[in-house]
Nanobody, 124 residues
């Protein structure tokens, strides 16, 4: 079983930056596709970004392209989400997720492992 723990959330002004981290334990996730999702109050959980096991061909939601960067360090079993030029509409709980398989996906239902989430609040 894989446990995912996110950190790095907080309160930031619009235009600011945050870096989220997700550490996996239990077993290595170096061969798994990993992703970030977010959920704002009253809304469904939505895809933010995903990265393959090799780190190549990251995928992003249109709403964050050019502002967010997903990366991973397989030696540390850690995935990151660098968030720049933050907007109030980025406010949400951000979740780290992992797939058992290596294929890419933006579908919530395709992910098998989930963290507890970290709150990101962007003030205007």
């Amino acid at each position: 079983q894989v446990q995912l723990v996110e950190s790095g959330g907080g309160l930031v002004q619009a235009g600011g930056s945050l870096r989220l981290s997700c550490v996996a334990s239990g077993r290595t996730v170096s061969r798994n596709t990993m992703g970030w999702f977010r959920q704002a109050p009253g809304k469904e959980r939505e895809f933010v970004a995903a990265i393959s096991w090799s780190g190549g061909r990251p995928d992003y939601a249109d709403s964050v392209k050019g502002r967010f960067t997903i990366s991973r360090d397989n030696a540390k079993n850690t995935v990151y989400l660098q968030m720049n030029s933050l907007k109030p509409e980025d406010t949400a709980v951000y979740y780290c997720a992992g797939k058992r398989s290596s294929g890419g996906s933006s579908n919530v239902d395709d992910y098998d492992y989930w963290g507890q989430g970290t709150q990101v609040t962007v003030s205007s």
